[in-house]
């Protein structure tokens, strides 16, 4: 896969086949060329660009290492908002031309494509550039959302009653609002969650 172009597979058709069979398997401590193959059961050279290809992207390190944003997308609950954050990550030359790239139908792309690569319209390599952003994109959604409460974190949204009430305020008058982030720890015992919310209610909900 050449460096100076977007991340890509000749044989994209495969990309939508393996994510699937990844996404369902354990997380291996390396993603190996192994793994691919005796695991996932995806044997074959034309299969192996794949690997390169999750580096590109963000799902593995330099190392093989599956990273967070390869967990989550397993997570069925984070998992479109995650290869969305993963295309970002891979094809930054196409988003600094259009932020809504991923908006684009076919021809739309591929003139997207040529313009950040230069390649010609009949190219093997622009029509596998293409079909492999086609395909993961299959499996994301650009408007889920992002980075909060994703990892134990949970939001509250509250009024700031300090002074008048918020239902008295006049129109003409300011009105305030914070948010708190909690991470809340990994634990199945309620008294540990009775009082943490027994302290915001006690110090912040009722100030």
Do not use: C, W
Request: no cysteine.
């Amino acid at each position: 896969m050449a460096a100076d172009y977007p991340p890509f597979m000749n044989a994209y058709g495969n990309v939508s086949k393996i994510l699937e069979k990844l996404k369902k398997a354990e997380t291996p401590p390396r993603f190996t060329y192994e793994f691919l193959e005796d695991v996932l059961h995806f044997p074959g050279g034309s299969r192996r660009p794949f690997v390169p290809l999750a580096k590109r992207i963000g799902f593995l390190g330099s190392d093989s290492v599956p990273t967070e944003l390869y967990k989550k997308f397993q997570n069925d609950d984070h998992s479109r908002g995650a290869m969305a954050e993963a295309i970002r990550k891979g094809y930054p030359t196409l988003f600094e031309r259009d932020q809504t790239a991923y908006k684009l139908n076919r021809a739309g792309l591929e003139g997207l494509v040529r313009e950040a690569t230069g390649l010609d319209a009949g190219s093997g390599t622009l029509k596998a550039i293409v079909g492999t952003f086609e395909a993961l994109k299959g499996f994301a959604d650009f408007d889920a959302p992002t980075g909060a409460a994703s990892n134990g974190e949970s939001k509250i949204d509250l009024p700031l009653k300090k002074g008048t009430e918020a239902g008295a305020l006049r129109d003409d008058q300011l009105r305030f609002s914070y948010t708190i982030y909690l991470d809340l720890p990994n634990t199945t015992d309620i008294n540990v969650f009775n009082s943490i919310f027994k302290s915001l209610r006690e110090n912040i909900l009722t100030k």
